[in-house]
């Protein structure tokens, strides 16, 4: 399934009466569970996997984690089975989300660790210890980003994107997804991510993966960090699906459009800017809990 190139993903341009173009690229139409950008991020570490001859496919992610769904359902199709180390031992007594329970029904594995181990995940010592423990393994960082990730993503923007499209905007949770979007783009475009998460660090990791100028990341409409949400942004998204036969969720594509359009509103875009919006998905996430 990773062979095939997404010819059939669907572009919807929005009407906003305002002086620029906005078209979104409907990513969350490629598969029902490998949707969005972890298409592109898992395809070719898990033809990395299946080249090495590994039977269990190990990542690592929180409990709304976009990429431990796709994950489980990806080594369910390619006859892996798959290991999820979710941050936060407190779930283990909780009845599990919508996200985990995805996951665990396409035969992920949870294995539920404190905040503070989960902090130790990409050292040598826990590394070695998973090895051991699941020998034949092949393991995925948190949010499915590494080289091949990047690699993969890259593939998000065609040819007539490059050409067509003044502003790239999208997502942003661990930084692979706009890091392949940075090292494809043309010359002439920028490239703008909305951050899920509080702080700069993204930002700072980004720029240790591309030499590249072009682009930007805010944290001005994470709604106080992962997962978290507001009154303004749950209402922002009721709005908008009733206008745009487009669905969306609270942890990432509801902040990214809730953030584009009040720049366009605030006149931060020059007239006549054609900004493509990448739909990342993740909207799994819509049946979890939203609480401001």
Not at 111 to 134: H, P, W
Not at 230 to 238: V, W
Not at 245 to 274: A, Q, S, V, W
Request: hydrophobic share 35%.
């Amino acid at each position: 399934m990773f062979d095939r190139i997404a010819e059939t993903v669907q572009y919807h341009k929005l009407d906003l009466k305002a002086p620029v173009h906005v078209t979104i690229k409907r990513l969350d139409q490629i598969h029902p569970q490998i949707s969005g950008n972890k298409f592109f991020k898992l395809k070719y570490n898990f033809l990395e996997a299946q080249a090495r001859g590994c039977k269990h496919i190990i990542t690592f992610g929180g409990a709304y984690s976009n990429h431990i769904a796709a994950t489980a359902y990806a080594a369910h199709l390619f006859g892996f089975q798959s290991i999820g180390i979710i941050r936060g031992e407190e779930l283990v007594n909780c009845p599990l989300n919508h996200t985990l329970s995805t996951a665990q029904h396409f035969g992920m594995q949870l294995e539920f660790v404190s905040r503070e181990k989960y902090r130790l995940k990409e050292t040598e010592e826990f590394i070695q210890a998973l090895k051991q423990t699941y020998p034949e393994s092949y393991i995925i960082p948190e949010g499915g980003t590494n080289t091949l990730a990047i690699q993969g993503c890259q593939e998000i923007l065609s040819q007539s994107d490059l050409e067509h499209y003044d502003v790239i905007c999208c997502a942003v949770g661990t930084g692979g997804t706009i890091t392949g979007l940075i090292e494809a783009s043309a010359e002439h475009q920028q490239i703008l991510g909305f951050s899920a998460l509080k702080g700069d660090f993204l930002a700072k990791e980004v720029a240790l993966k591309t030499h590249k100028k072009n682009w930007e990341i805010t944290d001005a409409y994470c709604c106080g960090g992962y997962a978290k949400t507001t009154i303004e942004l749950l209402q922002f998204i009721e709005k908008f699906e009733q206008k745009h036969p487009i669905p969306l969720e609270h942890i990432y594509t509801g902040k990214m459009l809730f953030g584009i359009l009040d720049l366009i509103k605030k006149e931060c875009f020059e007239e006549n800017t054609r900004i493509l919006v990448i739909h990342s998905g993740g909207l799994q996430g819509r049946l979890d809990t939203a609480t401001p």
